[in-house]
């Protein structure tokens, strides 16, 4: 499967050392240019750059989401069966607005520890939260009971 990433969810996988999530449950991972702007970090080669969406697109969404977001939704809109992955609201709502499937940081955790790619889900969302993630109370127990995890 292609994931189709913005910079938020790679920054927090970097942050916590991470990053190897994504190579390990997609075939594919791409960014756009504009993403790439985002991120100051260096990235490995496994991560695709790609600088071919619709402009067009990109202009339509940057009236409503940060250019990050747009530009990662105007080429999850040219990818048939691509995903993406988002954690900002207005993105998400763009993305089903649009019938694009869609997953964020945490529902990456989820999905991770499903597939048995790490132990303990609680330790990766504590992790996030003492680099600075932001989560909710609700949305960290909610995913605790996602995973089979307690509190």
């Known amino acids: 499967m292609i994931i189709i990433a913005d910079s938020s969810p790679i920054i927090a996988l970097i942050g916590i050392q991470r990053l190897d ?24 080669d496994w991560i695709q750059v790609e600088t071919n969406y619709s402009k067009t697109l990109y202009e339509s969404f940057r009236e409503r989401l940060d250019a990050g977001e747009a530009s990662a939704l105007a080429i999850a809109s040219d990818i048939d069966d691509a995903r993406l992955i988002i954690d900002e609201i207005k993105g998400r709502k ?9 997953i964020g ?5 989820i999905l991770a520890k499903q597939r048995g790619l790490i132990k303990n889900g609680k330790d990766v969302l504590q992790d996030l939260v003492d680099d600075g993630f932001w989560l909710s109370d609700t949305l960290f127990e909610k995913a605790l009971l996602a995973m089979g995890e307690s509190a």
């Open 94 to 102: 763009q993305a089903a607005s649009l019938s694009i499937s869609f």
């Open 105 to 109: 940081t945490i529902g990456l955790v």
């Open 21 to 44: 999530l994504l190579r390990d449950l997609f075939d594919t991972v791409i960014i756009t240019d504009v993403v790439r702007g985002e991120i100051y970090h260096s990235l490995p």
